[in-house]
């Protein structure tokens, strides 16, 4: 037995892109930045990891003007490796391959003040 989800929640790192193959079918894809806080010492630094994506179907062609530079969205899919050669040298991409996705809101550049929002459990 094998499992293969995938959910990551973060920012677009540019503005989607659409296309449409011959059959008609809407091919989307962008570029997810996942921020990782890794220990440095005695510092902690906040790691950007970039997870492509491609949204297959009409959803894409729908959310295409929300899915723009900075946008924060919630992923969920399944993961694909492809691998090939170009000029003598092995490449290989690993991508989400979207089931779901939501745009999330994006809040207010505030600091967190308790008064403002008493009912947040930290």
Known sequence: ???NCVTISGNLTRDC???TVPSGMAITKFTVA???RRKDGNEWTDVANYVPCTLFGKLGE???PQLTK?????VQGSLRYSSWEKDGDTRSKLEVIVKEIEV???FKDEPYHEETY???PF
């Open 34 to 36: 996942v921020n990782e």
């Open 17 to 19: 892109e659409v296309r």
């Open 104 to 106: 999330l809101p994006k």
């Open 118 to 120: 008493p009912d947040l």
């Open 62 to 64: 729908k959310l295409a």
């Open 70 to 74: 900075g946008a924060k969205v919630c």
């Open 1 to 3: 037995m094998s499992i």
